[in-house]
T-cell receptor, first 114, second 112 residues
Framework: NAGVMQNPRHLVRRRGQEARLRCSPM?????VYWYRQLPEEGLKFMVY????????ESGMPKERFSAEFPKEGPSILRIQQVVRGDSAAYFC????????????FGQGTRLTVV | TQLLEQSPQFLSIQEGENLTVYCNSS?????LQWYRQEPGEGPVLLVT?????EVKKLKRLTFQFGDARKDSSLHITAAQPGDTGLYLC????????????FGKGTKLTVNP
């Protein structure tokens, strides 16, 4: 059973470009969480999705950031018009139910904005 | 607002020493999890504690959940260089929306 797959592992974007980060949850998992991690910091919650629904996006910036988890295919975190401050590691986690079951993390996408 | 405070932030010890890492909050958590993260990798779940006062052991690691479910500790006995990493605690706030909130982590270095 493959784990949580994130791609790309590394992404370099120029300021003003768009970044698309993909997350394929573990088989049978219908809950996806996105977190952002700055160097030497813990993980900060961004958004929690179930299939086709955003459950909690309280940690996501109101502008330029969006997330989706379609019925078919991976979850996508989209950052429009990236700025240098968006440079970070973005981690996706999945669980079969809510967070009261164990969540498993992918290896992350490291976004660098130049 | 940082719901989970971890201490110490950095810890450097010699192989064979014991250590304790703390995770504290003024909030009550339905459950609390400990993760270990290595550079360039995602966090890996070590343990989940659910019941106040619960103690779980994983080889040389002992995890405790406070009676009031507001704090937790991780104790490592006879640390080894392979224990080096970033230790993160995470909890699901009681009555929350099922999202995990994370502490900033304790960066542990075990020197041979």
């Amino acid at each position: 059973n493959a784990g949580v797959m994130q791609n790309p592992r590394h992404l370099v974007r120029r300021r003003g470009q768009e970044a698309r980060l993909r997350c394929s949850p573990m088989k049978g998992h219908s809950h996806v969480y996105w977190y952002r991690q700055l160097p030497e910091e813990g993980l900060k919650f961004m958004v929690y999705l179930q299939k086709e629904n955003i459950i909690d996006e309280s940690g996501m910036p109101k502008e330029r950031f969006s997330a989706e988890f379609p019925k078919e295919g991976p979850s996508i975190l989209r950052i429009q018009q990236v700025v240098r401050g968006d440079s970070a590691a973005y981690f996706c986690a999945s669980s079969p139910q809510g967070a009261d079951t164990e969540a498993f993390f992918g290896q992350g996408t490291r976004l660098t904005v130049v | 607002t940082q719901l989970l405070e971890q201490s110490p932030q950095f810890l450097s010890i010699q192989e064979g020493e014991n250590l304790t890492v703390y995770c504290n909050s003024s909030s009550v958590f339905s459950s609390l999890q400990w993760y270990r993260q290595e550079p360039g990798e995602g966090p890996v779940l070590l343990v989940t504690v659910v019941t106040g006062g619960e103690v779980k052991k994983l080889k040389r690691l002992t995890f405790q959940f406070g009676d009031a479910r507001k704090d937790s500790s991780l104790h490592i006995t006879a640390a080894q260089p392979g224990d080096t990493g970033l230790y993160l605690c995470a909890g699901e706030p009681q009555g929350g929306s099922e999202k995990l909130v994370f502490g900033k982590g304790t960066k542990l270095t075990v020197n041979p």
